[in-house]
């Protein structure tokens, strides 16, 4: 099965940056769509951005000009780069894969913005 790990969370200053990564056990970027979600306590999980196969890309309103997905295939990576952080990102971040028959879930990695 599939394995995602994300890092690179914490907690940073209204107006900073982050890079989120999310590693993958084996080589999937040829065959997955590969997501980043987020969640606070008491609300619905959100779709954030996706990068699709055919390196076309996807962003929610509230992240749009702020968030840049990328990959690279050779680390077998994803990752969000965040910057102008408000203290409405604060959430956990997941990492997902699809292909249309399975799913795969990261643990999350926690953001906090906050003074």
């Known amino acids: 099965q599939v394995q995602l790990v994300e890092s690179g969370g914490g907690l940073v200053q209204p107006g900073g940056s982050l890079r989120l990564s999310c590693a993958a056990s084996?080589?999937?970027?040829?065959?997955?769509?590969l997501d980043w979600y987020r969640q606070t306590p008491g609300k619905q999980r959100e779709l954030v951005a996706t990068?699709?196969?055919?390196?076309?890309?996807y962003f929610a309103d509230s992240v749009k000009g702020r968030f840049t997905i990328s990959r690279d295939s050779t680390k077998n990576t994803v990752y969000l780069q965040i910057n102008s952080l408000k203290p409405e990102d604060t959430a956990v971040y997941y990492c997902?894969?699809?292909?249309?028959?399975?799913?795969?879930w990261g643990q999350g990695t926690q953001v906090i913005v906050s003074s």
């Open positions: 997902n894969a699809q292909n249309g028959l399975y799913t795969h």
């Open positions: 084996e080589s999937i970027f040829s065959f997955y769509e």
């Open positions: 990068i699709f196969t055919d390196d076309s890309v």
